[in-house]
């Protein structure tokens, strides 16, 4: 089979299209058949050596779209379901092995290049906000790479909720008005919005706040977090760990949570399966939609990382395999 494989960590030139064997599907697995696979940023991670170490050759990708080519006699997928999943060793292939409790099946309409954009950011996203976040109506909240895949997802998913006032932060404002668009109520460069937060809410600060910078912004969400608030931390995008003291939470009763899908795929996997249902259906009846920036062949792989790597693109990049 084609795919995109590394030998060595680096930069984009260490992606390299090649002739690999198809892999094969054990005992609780299923074997799928690729036809659209998204890049998240815990690719790029994962290829410059920054994440979990992997072994060479390797295969980046954490989710797929496509269907069914082997399954078990006693599995309840059939060859030819149409799926999401997350398979176990990377999606830049035209063949993928998942563990069947991470195999999930979609509707007919749905199509294969917008079902692709939904696993890792929708369903990551639906369990931070009601699962980790417990938001509440009238909740202040703010989501931080607001623009980005899980950003744009927890934007449009508060405002289907009903959240009173939501604040999504970014680099530049030239994504003010595609987070805006998305349900945020308010935009805010990551310079200004701490002091912008205690304004908007008379001092009292945000009750939730959504991390996946860490560094700096971990601080400064501090500055802004309200008494009783939650910051969730999800992940460090900025390559540097955020810093805080236990005089940050216990005198104003304020919680930290942490959270890692990576993680819970990996150690609980069969709690995964009720938050992918309901946020497939969600997409099947257009509650929300994902908006893709742009499509690239299997073989462009490198260009996608490059994009990426831009910190330009609004919604997500997809790649095409077949």
């Known amino acids: 089979m084609k795919a995109i494989i590394q030998e060595k960590y680096g930069g984009i030139d260490v992606l390299q299209y090649k002739e690999v064997e ?4 054990s005992s609780n697995e299923i074997l799928i058949k690729n036809a659209y696979t998204s890049v998240n940023y815990a690719d790029l ?5 920054n994440k979990e170490k992997g072994k060479f050759p390797m295969i980046l990708g954490l989710d797929v779209a496509g269907t069914i080519e082997e399954a078990a006699e006693q599995s309840s997928f059939s060859i030819g379901d149409r799926v999401i999943a997350f398979p176990k060793n990377g999606s830049y292939s035209q063949y993928s092995v998942a563990n069947e409790q991470l195999v999930f099946k979609i509707p007919d309409h749905l199509s294969f290049e917008q079902a692709a954009a939904m696993p890792t950011v929708s369903i990551l996203s639906y369990i931070l906000l009601h699962d980790i976040g417990q938001v509440r109506a009238d909740d202040t909240i703010v989501i931080h790479s607001a623009a980005g895949g899980v950003g744009t997802l927890i934007t449009q998913l508060a405002k289907l909720a009903g959240i009173k006032t939501i604040i999504g932060t970014v680099g530049n404002l030239d994504k003010q008005d595609y987070v805006l668009k998305n349900g945020a109520n308010f935009v805010y460069t990551y310079d200004e919005f701490a002091e912008k937060v205690m304004e908007i809410t008379n001092s009292a600060g945000a009750n939730i706040i959504f991390d996946s910078v860490a560094g700096e912004i971990t601080r400064r969400s501090l500055d802004c977090l309200a008494f009783y608030g939650t910051l969730v931390q999800f992940g460090n995008s900025s390559g540097k760990a955020g810093s805080l003291t236990t005089n940050d939470v216990h ?3 304020r919680n930290i949570k942490g959270f890692s899908f990576g993680t819970t795929r990996k150690h609980r996997p069969e709690i995964v399966a009720p938050f992918a249902e309901k946020v497939i259906d969600l997409f099947a009846n257009n509650k929300i939609k994902i908006p893709i920036e742009r499509v690239f062949d299997l073989s462009d792989a490198a260009e996608a990382h490059k994009r990426i790597e831009s910190r ?4 997500k990049v997809i790649i095409k395999i077949s």
């Open 312 to 315: 330009q693109h609004k919604g």
């Open 45 to 49: 991670k994962k290829r410059r050596g």
């Open 251 to 253: 005198n104003s009763c």
């Open 22 to 25: 198809r892999p094969q599907a």
